[in-house]
């Protein structure tokens, strides 16, 4: 059973309030603190500790870049 975690709890790992980085997407939460292109919370428009389901939906990648990354829990 995964662990969930609230929006706000979400927030906090912005790489700022806390030294994770991480972003949910389609409802799992990721860790990305290891991608060089998430360095200080923020990869082109997009910001750390977000649900970024919708704004990916334009981004030039498909959702198979998640794959990298551990899944640290849910959104709930």
Known sequence: MSEKYTKQQLALRNGVDKPE?????????????????????????????????EELADAPHTDSVFERFRCVGELG
């Not at 980085?21 to 939460?29: D, E, L, Q, R, S």
């Not at 990721?30 to 060089?36: F, G, H």
């Open 21 to 53: 980085i991480w972003v949910a997407f389609k409802g799992k939460i990721y860790d990305v603190s290891e991608s060089r292109l998430w360095r200080k919370g923020k990869h082109y428009e997009h910001w750390a500790g977000q649900d970024l389901t």
